[in-house]
């Protein structure tokens, strides 16, 4: 079975992400499951300095925390929830390419050997 560390509903409060990404370089988890309503409220979403929110507060941070743990990043495995809406789906796929995390919507993939759905 995968250590995995699992949180949802961070609606975009910076204290929370800090929180999660302080508990992920502590616990060295083997998978991040990032389990929807992630982005703050559509109206709360500006940008930060030409970058979307996406872009700023949550693939910034996990680079940089990529960057640190090295080979033990975790694999960060992300859906949206109903909250999100569906205007960030392209810049998710974007960072999905990039190798960043895998968006699990309609998806089965394996990490460390567990299946998720």
């Given at each position: 079975m995968a250590r995995c560390l699992?949180?949802?509903?961070?609606?975009?409060?910076?204290?929370r992400y800090a929180a999660l990404f302080s508990a992920v370089e502590r616990e060295r988890p083997e998978v991040l499951l990032l389990g929807g309503d992630l982005l703050p409220h559509v109206a709360a979403r500006s940008a930060d300095?030409?970058?979307?929110?996406?872009?700023?507060?949550?693939?910034?941070?996990?680079?940089?925390?990529?960057?640190r743990l090295g080979p033990a990043f975790p694999r960060v495995l992300l859906i949206l929830g109903n909250d999100d809406g569906k205007q960030p789906l392209a810049?998710?796929?974007?960072?999905?390419?990039?190798?960043?995390?895998t968006h699990l919507h309609g998806r089965r993939v394996e990490a460390a050997a567990t299946p998720f759905y």
């Open positions: 699992h949180a949802t509903d961070l609606h975009g409060h910076p204290g300095g030409g970058r979307s929110w996406v872009d700023a507060h949550l693939a910034a941070p996990l680079l940089r925390l990529r960057r810049e998710i796929e974007r960072f999905q390419a990039e190798g960043l995390w």
